[in-house]
């Protein structure tokens, strides 16, 4: 494990906070827009920037710290597993295995 993970999984977290609550926030301003503002109207595309210049920043925070989700899985897949059992190592050559019924 490295020392970084944590604080940058905690800086992806928040930045999906922030962003399912932005993406609220359009959808509540673009239903109170009205009918007349569609995709193409000033009024649309005015709010639909701001609503794009405000997610920049935990989009960014994404592009900066995800790789880190890749490194972890990446090192979980090549960890040994407490769970799993130890190899079993095949017998030697012309030994005979005594087996219990």
Request: net charge negative.
């Amino acid at each position: 494990m490295q020392s970084h993970w944590g604080y940058r999984l905690g800086v992806l977290h928040t930045a999906l906070d922030q962003l399912d609550a932005l993406h609220e926030q359009w959808l509540r301003s673009r239903d109170a827009l009205g009918a007349d503002a569609t995709p193409g109207t000033p009024a649309f595309d005015d709010a639909l920037a701001e609503h794009h210049a405000e997610c920049w920043s935990y989009l960014d925070d994404w592009a900066t710290h995800g790789h880190v989700i890749g490194d972890i899985n990446s090192v979980a897949r090549h960890a040994p597993s407490p769970l799993a059992p130890p190899p079993r190592t095949a017998p030697a050559a012309g030994r005979t295995v005594e087996v219990r019924r």
